[in-house]
């Protein structure tokens, strides 16, 4: 069993930026893709970024290209989302998952995620 827990999250201005973190624990979670989604208000959970077991291969959902940056520190069991010019469109609960041990990083639908943390809030004002 895996256990996520974010943090990071808060209110800031348009413009500004925020670190998430995602701690893991309960297993090693090496090797199990990992991703950030984020729902707003009244609307579906959407991929935020995702990473592969080893570290080396992403992805963004066309939004947050360019803006943020996923990454994974393994001897820590955590997992980051970088986030740079925040909009207030941004304004979401961000959340951590991890996949299957081997999947695919290429996974952008939440069913296809077996663990979740329970989300940290993200507020940019304009």
């Known amino acids: 069993q895996v256990q996520l827990a974010e943090s990071g999250g808060g209110l800031v201005q348009a413009g500004g930026s925020l670190r998430l973190s995602c701690a893991a624990s309960?297993?090693?979670?090496?090797?199990?893709?990992m991703a950030w989604f984020r729902q707003a208000p009244g609307k579906e959970r959407d991929i935020v970024a995702t990473?592969?077991?080893?570290?080396?291969?992403?992805y963004y959902g066309d939004p947050v290209k360019g803006r943020f940056t996923i990454s994974r520190d393994v001897a820590k069991n955590t997992v980051y989302l970088q986030m740079h010019r925040l909009k207030p469109e941004n304004t979401a609960v961000y959340y951590c998952?991890?996949?299957?041990?081997?999947?695919?990083?290429?996974?952008?639908?939440?069913?296809?995620?077996?663990?979740w943390g329970q989300g940290t809030q993200v507020t940019v004002s304009s």
């Open positions: 990473i592969d077991w080893t570290g080396a291969r992403t």
């Open positions: 998952a991890a996949g299957s041990p081997g999947g695919s990083y290429y996974s952008l639908h939440y069913s296809e995620y077996n663990y």
């Open positions: 309960g297993r090693t979670f090496s090797y199990f893709p």
